[in-house]
């Protein structure tokens, strides 16, 4: 894969990204894209954003992975994550990988991981220049999702007192109010030992650790799941770990439920939420057999 990195406007502000073109890569082609979304506070350089990036170049495909805005190398008041407003960079780095010439505009993906993997579908569905979403482990209901990961009466208590703190912090001193990354979403520590026995780092550097509330806020209002049936009859592939310790399995069920036609559903035992890091074959080898079915790199191909 050749790789070039590139810059984009979303909202006045400037993006960071790395284009990625295939081996044998001609330049009479117009290939399918794929945007590849990070996760909460991570960015392009996220193993969770690595793996599928090379795996999909390797498949023939175009790929376009970036910070979001406040993430990474992007601009943007750093840590300051807002679902909507990566709804938004989404849609302008597909406005942007639409205009290279080596690009289908008609024919571009976006494929993310965890809070990507939400945006991902809640942009399809409220974009129709998306073709095709694929989402592992993401989340379709933010109130339902955290109630999830954070399950006994004082940890939803703590957490609904930090949203209500954060609140009223804005008015009474007109800044927000930071809270560490695990406040906000909990990542059991055998996980954490466990990517690290793989020798697979869990977070990319320059890896958000501090948020305002106000990112949590945006989470818990957060609804893909009210947009998902909007994406067909473009194709939706939802994936999840079939016991994921981080966001709730429920949540891509409920997604699938709710989703109209062509969509599939694919639950997996034996890993956990970063199955994209810990680079699966059973993943890989899904991941190719519904391209091939319904996003193939060439049309009717």
């Known amino acids: ?14 993006l960071h990204g790395v284009l990625g ?9 117009r290939c399918a894209a794929f945007l590849v979304l990070h996760g909460f506070g991570s960015n392009s350089e996220s193993p969770s954003v690595l793996a599928p990036t090379r795996v999909l170049s390797d498949f023939g495909y175009v790929t376009l992975r970036f910070d979001m805005r406040g993430c990474g190398n992007s601009a943007g008041e750093f840590g300051r994550v807002i679902c909507l407003e990566q709804v938004e960079d989404l849609g302008n780095a597909l406005s942007f990988l639409a205009r290279h010439p080596a690009v289908d505009p008609d024919r571009i993906g976006a494929i993310g991981s965890s809070f990507g993997g ?14 095709a979403v694929i989402s592992n482990g993401g989340w379709g209901h933010g109130e339902r999702k955290f109630r999830g990961q954070h399950p006994t009466p004082e940890a939803w208590a703590k957490f609904t007192s930090m949203l209500e703190e954060g ?13 560490p990354r695990h406040e906000i979403v909990p990542i059991p520590i055998h996980v954490r030992e466990s990517l690290e026995r793989q020798k697979v780092g869990m977070l990319a550097p320059n890896s958000v650790e501090m948020f305002p509330a106000e990112t949590a806020q945006s989470m818990f209002d957060f609804r893909a799941e009210e947009v998902v049936g909007k994406i067909a009859p473009r194709p939706l592939l939802l994936i999840h770990a079939a016991n994921d310790s981080v966001t709730p399995t429920e949540q891509s069920i409920e997604l699938f439920k709710r989703a109209g036609q062509p969509s599939e559903l694919h639950l997996f035992s034996g890993l956990d939420h970063f199955l994209f890091a810990e680079n699966s074959k059973r993943v890989w080898s899904l991941l190719r057999d519904w391209l091939d079915r319904y996003f193939p790199t060439k049309p009717g191909s």
Do not use: I
């Open 1 to 14: 894969m050749k790789e070039q990195v590139v810059s984009f406007q979303s909202a006045g502000l400037r």
């Open 21 to 29: 073109l295939p081996e044998g890569f001609q330049p009479s082609q």
């Open 118 to 131: 939400a945006v991902a579908v809640y942009a399809g569905g409220v974009n129709p220049r998306l073709a």
């Open 167 to 179: 609140r009223a912090h804005r008015v009474r001193t007109g800044q927000s109010l930071m809270v």
